[in-house]
């Protein structure tokens, strides 16, 4: 049974740091991209950043890049996110993703992260 699991979720004033953390379990971890999404109220789910199976590959959006940093741990089966300088426009429900072209993706359950004063 695969599971991912997020964590660090919560409520931060602006200007403020926040790690998300999200174990993996039932996949071989080092064969799947990592993956942040975030999807905030009334809004798309957008994807935020991306660390690459096999190297060290990483993709950031516009509005985060400078601001946050994915990170993985093959032995751990955990990739993070480090939000820095967070701004209320950050607020939303994050979503760790894995994606594998051969065996197919699987979505965490989300965890909150709340900007605001």
């Known amino acids: 049974q695969v599971q991912l699991v997020e964590s660090g979720g919560g409520l931060v004033q602006p200007g403020g740091s926040l790690r998300l953390s999200c174990a993996a379990s039932?996949?071989?971890?080092?064969?799947?991209?990592m993956a942040w999404y975030r999807q905030a109220p009334g809004k798309q789910r957008e994807l935020v950043a991306v660390?690459?199976?096999?190297?060290?590959?990483?993709y950031y959006a516009d509005s985060v890049k400078g601001r946050f940093t994915i990170s993985r741990d093959n032995a751990k089966n955990t990739v993070y996110l480090q939000m820095n300088s967070l701004k209320p426009e950050d607020t939303a429900v994050y979503y760790c993703?894995?994606?594998?072209?051969?065996?197919?993706?699987?979505w965490g359950q989300g965890t909150q992260v709340t900007v605001s004063s």
């Open positions: 993703n894995a994606h594998n072209p051969s065996m197919g993706g699987y």
């Open positions: 660390f690459a199976s096999g190297g060290s590959t990483t």
């Open positions: 039932g996949i071989i971890f080092n064969i799947y991209t």
